[in-house]
């Protein structure tokens, strides 16, 4: 985020709006810096893309988030038959949530406040949700490289949320690229087999996949249009929260069920690794690279 909301510490419960009006304020009081600072935040929040130096961080942060989640299709895929997707997810969910809870009150020194218009977050976690579930479902129907594979078509799907949601254009040579790292995807997610691309014959896991990817491809987009100026630490918070409030509401009976002090080591490596690395990291991650970046350079990461 900004200069400005780093440094904004409230001294008393203030809800989510009142971050873009405090900061605001404060920026206008330091003169022609926060008068830059201010015009940043318009510039990250709308629209238009960040420049220069922010954008490098928005470049970096996405290619950490990219390394990050490539790890979690290998030890997503042994850990997969060994326990119900709800459940792995419902436990890596709560321990993410309680470590960017932990960051948050450490660091701003107070709680977070109440959310406005909590109906953003009920849809991002929704559609987190939708993924986080369905890529668990696949990889135990298919190989974490033809999960991976589709996986890479997101950036595609992505740019065409962008426009739907944000009217963001995808320069020529950017969607050529997409395309072709498409058309690779598509080659190994049949496994070069020409018949069963003419006849669509696609595995269960791979379509299901599909789905999820789709939920993924929307979330990057629907981030910046969704933010109000909150920081992104607090952002990440309340998506992480309602991602596991709708993981739990479907997957309560699997919770209940799962024999957790049984769990082999696998399963607890994998949800740990999930929930610290390619959960509470990569929420932050893509929702910093998405407030400075369009969404199909983000996700093509």
């Given at each position: 985020?900004?200069?400005?909301m780093?440094?904004?510490?409230?001294?008393?419960?203030?809800?989510?709006?009142?971050?873009?009006?405090?900061?605001h304020a404060?920026?206008?009081d330091?003169?022609?810096?926060?008068r830059?600072?201010?015009?940043?935040?318009?510039v990250?929040a709308?629209?238009?893309h960040?420049?220069?130096?922010?954008?490098?961080?928005?470049?970096?942060?996405?290619?950490?988030?990219?390394?990050?989640?490539?790890?979690s299709?290998?030890?997503?895929?042994?850990?997969?038959?060994?326990?119900?997707?709800?459940a792995?997810?419902?436990a890596?969910?709560?321990?993410?949530?309680?470590?960017?809870?932990?960051?948050?009150?450490?660091?701003?020194?107070?709680?977070?406040?109440?959310?406005?218009a909590?109906?953003r977050?009920?849809?991002?976690?929704?559609?987190?949700?939708?993924?986080?579930?369905?890529?668990f479902?696949?990889?135990?129907?298919?190989s974490?490289?033809s999960?991976?594979?589709?996986?890479?078509?997101?950036?595609?799907?992505?740019?065409?949320?962008?426009?739907?949601?944000?009217?963001?254009?995808?320069?020529?040579?950017?969607?050529?690229?997409?395309?072709?790292?498409?058309v690779?995807?598509?080659?190994?997610?049949f496994?070069?087999?020409?018949?069963?691309?003419?006849?669509?014959?696609?595995?269960?896991?791979?379509?299901?996949?599909?789905?999820?990817c789709?939920?993924h491809?929307?979330?990057?987009?629907?981030?910046?249009?969704?933010?109000?100026?909150?920081?992104?630490?607090?952002?990440?918070?309340v998506?992480?929260?309602?991602?596991?409030?709708?993981?739990?509401l479907?997957?309560?009976?699997?919770?209940?069920?799962t024999?957790?002090?049984?769990?082999?080591?696998i399963?607890?490596?994998a949800i740990?690794?999930t929930a610290?690395?390619?959960?509470?990291?990569?929420?932050?991650?893509?929702?910093?690279?998405?407030?400075?970046?369009?969404a199909?350079?983000?996700l093509?990461?």
């Amino acid at each position: 985020m900004t200069a400005g909301m780093e440094r904004h510490k409230p001294v008393r419960e203030q809800s989510a709006h009142d971050y873009a009006i405090s900061d605001h304020a404060h920026n206008v009081d330091k003169g022609s810096a926060g008068r830059n600072s201010v015009r940043k935040n318009t510039v990250r929040a709308g629209g238009n893309h960040a420049k220069g130096r922010q954008k490098l961080q928005g470049h970096l942060a996405a290619l950490l988030f990219a390394a990050l989640i490539a790890g979690s299709f290998s030890i997503g895929h042994m850990a997969a038959p060994l326990v119900e997707p709800e459940a792995l997810n419902a436990a890596r969910f709560v321990i993410a949530t309680g470590v960017i809870f932990a960051i948050y009150c450490s660091t701003r020194r107070t709680l977070p406040p109440k959310p406005t218009a909590i109906w953003r977050f009920v849809i991002l976690g929704a559609l987190m949700a939708t993924y986080f579930i369905l890529m668990f479902v696949a990889l135990r129907l298919a190989s974490p490289v033809s999960t991976g594979a589709v996986f890479t078509l997101i950036p595609l799907m992505s740019a065409g949320f962008g426009w739907l949601f944000l009217r963001q254009s995808t320069p020529g040579l950017v969607m050529a690229s997409l395309v072709i790292a498409g058309v690779g995807a598509v080659w190994v997610i049949f496994r070069g087999d020409i018949d069963a691309i003419l006849g669509l014959r696609i595995g269960a896991g791979e379509t299901i996949f599909f789905v999820g990817c789709a939920a993924h491809a929307a979330y990057a987009p629907l981030v910046r249009k969704f933010n109000r100026g909150e920081p992104v630490i607090y952002f990440s918070l309340v998506t992480l929260f309602a991602t596991l409030v709708w993981i739990t509401l479907v997957g309560a009976q699997d919770v209940a069920r799962t024999p957790w002090t049984a769990l082999p080591f696998i399963v607890w490596a994998a949800i740990g690794y999930t929930a610290i690395f390619a959960t509470a990291a990569t929420f932050f991650l893509i929702q910093y690279a998405s407030l400075r970046l369009p969404a199909s350079k983000v996700l093509s990461y």
